[in-house]
């Protein structure tokens, strides 16, 4: 009896650890301009072809200082294109490789131009410079200037490290050596004083193509000091060569599995009909997509999105403009915007450009309130819609639905389903937390407390049983948010309540959260950046500079509130630039460099570029999370399979180790 005691209890500590371990990992969706019509048709025009660009998709690879693009995704009116179908051929994805520059200028040393192709939102590296059949990504292009000591170790990213073996007593040369994985892969002596300072790593036998160049490094400085070795590196050129690929006229991407590789350009389009189907997200290849909005039969609503889920930085930007121009949610990807009611709140305008100036006046933000529905569609119970208000580019909810003055940050709005047992704690985010206390024995009322921090805020029984008013609803009303009462805070619609011999359980169906306590007031004489001329009338709100706004060729100039106008490198005579803003995955910022399509890792120096001696910079996977880790604005809470509240690992974990630990002793003691 003991030992089937024992055994049991392992079991499910086993399933404690199981269940408490598993994590989800974030997510950014990148999304191109959107498509509205009466049908596919109607959409394409009398032209007949709809394409996409990089000047209008933000994940597709572009170099603005160069103006260099090079893939499209066009729709064409082929047969059997109609309503919401696209015909066979229909759907044509082509890229082509182009010549851009190396971040590092330096022509004399070999540093002028590359081959590049974007392909499927990412950039690559052709084997052969004119043919678009072999391919590497590129993981590091960078002008950076870093400082390694002798006997450390400079983390590239994706397994691929530089170290620093020696150098020479005169401090003119260094031995620098090329690792993937932890292995040898090729080494140099390279001398700064009256030498070559450039290093190509040229190898064999890649994807059977050889003298393939696969590492460019430039030393700038070597010294050889009392106390330490350092050379100094700026310039630093790499492509993953381990994971290059071959592409065959027979290969399937997605939906797109007819393939023609013609030297540089690469064509894929699909040799079945595609169809947009409604309220769905359609994979066409590579994490790109086509979401197309909950509508009737007689509307067609969608855009093409990348979808992106690696840990990292990512530059979401709007539109390329050349003068006077204006961006609203379907050309600046960045703008909040509601598919499925097709509601955007936010727009941002240049006018009266003076060569690369903008006059006082001349920048505009405005944003103002609308209603979209909640995920959780009830009408009957009080989930139609909500008042929303998009501002720089995050979801916010008005405390007074027609006044856009006091906002909250929008947390969670979801209609997934969570289980979550007595004593368990559901994680809301931003803090927020709601902890099931107790289910009634009949199995009709489950008591729910809200709490913020850890500390109390608010708790109800809630009854779910036949004939009650409440509906198995309860609005969390809160007084005094930035002096207004009577704030909803936080809606809960419980689904079930269930009383076993074993769990007592209550199933949640419907969640709706503002981040209250960080709430804001806006006032008139409130400045966001550069933009301070604050207006606010009713629902809607209105800001402008007071002064001239110089778009600096070269750089990111802020606008407000993490949005940025990025401006290429041009002659007097030529102006192009974009707005963006910027979205982290994970629990490190990593440096995007070059990266329009936020890929690249860079590796990670201290403030004096400088690594660390006892730093190990690792490039973040794509499964890792941290414990407890909140979801972010837009995202439900972690739940496993089952729907159930993802808790914290690490006490799981050790909880469980220590039972099994404890099961062992009693089994081999009893034996």
């Known amino acids: 009896m003991k030992r089937f005691l024992a055994v049991t209890l392992a079991a499910l500590m086993l399933l404690t650890v199981v269940a408490s371990?598993?994590?989800?990992?974030?997510?950014?969706?990148?999304?191109?301009?959107?498509?509205?019509?009466?049908?596919?048709?109607?959409?394409?025009?009398?032209?007949?072809?709809?394409?996409?660009?990089?000047?209008?998709?933000?994940?597709?690879?572009?170099?603005?200082?160069?103006?260099?693009?090079?893939?499209?995704?066009?729709?064409?009116?082929v047969p059997g294109t109609k309503d919401n179908v696209i015909g066979e051929g229909g759907l044509v994805y082509q890229t082509k490789i182009q010549q851009v520059a190396y971040e590092y200028e330096n022509a004399a040393a070999g540093w002028d131009n590359y081959s590049l192709m974007g392909f499927f939102a990412d950039k690559y590296i052709p084997l052969k410079p004119t043919k678009a059949d072999k391919l590497a990504k590129l993981v590091l292009d960078s002008d950076d200037k870093y400082t390694i000591r002798t006997g450390e170790t400079l983390d590239l990213g994706q397994g691929y490290t530089l170290e620093a073996k020696q150098v020479d007593v005169d401090g003119e040369k260094v031995w620098l050596q090329f690792n993937k994985d932890g292995e040898f892969v090729d080494d140099e002596i390279i001398e700064v004083g009256n030498g070559d300072s450039t290093w190509d790593?040229?190898?064999?036998?890649?994807?059977?193509?050889?003298?393939?160049?696969?590492?460019?490094?430039?030393?700038?400085?070597?010294?050889?000091?009392?106390?330490?070795?350092?050379?100094?590196?700026?310039?630093?050129?790499?492509?993953?060569?381990?994971?290059?690929?071959?592409?065959?006229?027979?290969?399937?991407?997605?939906?797109?599995?007819?393939?023609?590789?013609?030297?540089?350009?690469?064509?894929?389009?699909?040799?079945?009909?595609?169809?947009?189907?409604?309220?769905?997200?359609?994979?066409?290849?590579?994490?790109?997509?086509?979401?197309?909005?909950?509508?009737?039969?007689?509307?067609?609503?969608?855009?093409?999105?990348?979808?992106?889920?690696?840990?990292?930085?990512?530059?979401?930007?709007?539109?390329?403009?050349?003068?006077?121009?204006?961006?609203?949610?379907?050309?600046?990807?960045?703008?909040?915007?509601?598919?499925?009611?097709?509601v955007q709140t936010e727009s941002l305008s240049v006018s009266g450009l003076n060569g690369n100036v903008i006059p006082d006046g001349g920048l505009v933000y405005q944003t103002a309130v609308k209603n979209v529905d909640y995920e959780y569609d009830n009408a009957a119970a009080g989930w139609d819609q909500y008042p929303v208000i998009g501002f720089f580019a995050e979801e916010y909810i008005p405390l007074k639905a027609n006044s856009a003055d006091k906002l909250a940050k929008l947390i969670l709005d979801s209609d997934d389903k969570y289980t979550i047992r007595t004593g368990e704690t559901l994680d809301l985010g931003q803090g927020y937390t709601l902890e099931a206390k107790q289910v009634d024995v009949d199995g009709e009322k489950v008591w729910l407390q809200f709490n913020k921090d850890g500390e109390f805020v608010d708790d109800e029984i809630i009854s779910v049983g036949t004939g009650n008013n409440s509906g198995g609803n309860w609005d969390v009303e809160l007084d005094d948010i930035q002096d207004e009462d009577d704030v909803v805070v936080l809606k809960v619609h419980v689904n079930q309540v269930f009383q076993g011999a074993v769990d007592s359980i209550a199933q949640i169906e419907g969640l709706w959260l503002i981040d209250y306590a960080n709430a804001m007031t806006i006032e008139s004489d409130d400045e966001f950046g550069e933009l301070n001329d604050v207006s606010i009338n009713g629902n809607s709100l209105r800001i402008s500079n007071e002064d001239t706004f110089t778009l600096t060729r070269d750089s990111d100039e802020t606008i407000g509130q993490g949005m940025s106008f990025k401006i290429a490198d041009t002659p007097a005579s030529e102006l192009r630039y974009y707005p963006f803003v910027e979205k982290t995955l994970g629990n490190e910022t990593i440096a995007p460099g070059n990266n329009t399509s936020g890929n690249i890792t860079e590796p990670v120096v201290d403030d004096n570029n400088t690594i660390d001696d006892n730093t190990t910079t690792e490039t973040p996977v794509d499964n890792e999370s941290t414990p407890g880790e909140t979801p972010v604005e837009g995202e439900t809470p972690a739940t496993n399979d089952t729907g159930t509240e993802k808790g914290t690992p690490g006490f799981g974990f050790v909880f469980g180790l220590v039972g099994l630990l404890a099961v062992v002793y009693l089994v081999r003691r009893n034996n």
């Open 21 to 77: 371990a598993a994590t989800t990992p974030d997510a950014v969706e990148i999304r191109g301009p959107v498509y509205n019509g009466s049908n596919i048709e109607s959409i394409l025009g009398d032209n007949g072809t709809l394409t996409i660009g990089a000047t209008q998709f933000a994940a597709f690879y572009y170099d603005i200082d160069d103006n260099v693009t090079t893939e499209t995704l066009s729709i064409k009116d």
């Open 201 to 342: 790593v040229e190898l064999d036998d890649i994807q059977d193509e050889d003298d393939v160049v696969v590492l460019k490094v430039h030393v700038n400085q070597v010294f050889q000091g009392a106390v330490d070795s350092i050379a100094q590196i700026e310039g630093l050129w790499l492509i993953d060569y381990g994971n290059a690929m071959t592409i065959e006229s027979d290969d399937e991407f997605g939906e797109l599995n007819d393939v023609s590789i013609n030297g540089d350009t690469l064509t894929i389009s699909n040799e079945d009909t595609f169809t947009l189907t409604r309220d769905s997200e359609e994979e066409i290849a590579q994490g790109m997509f086509f979401k197309t909005a909950d509508t009737s039969s007689n509307v067609l609503r969608f855009y093409l999105m990348k979808q992106i889920t690696e840990p990292g930085t990512y530059q979401i930007r709007g539109q390329v403009a050349s003068g006077d121009a204006s961006w609203d949610a379907t050309s600046f990807a960045g703008f909040y915007y509601d598919i499925n009611d097709n």
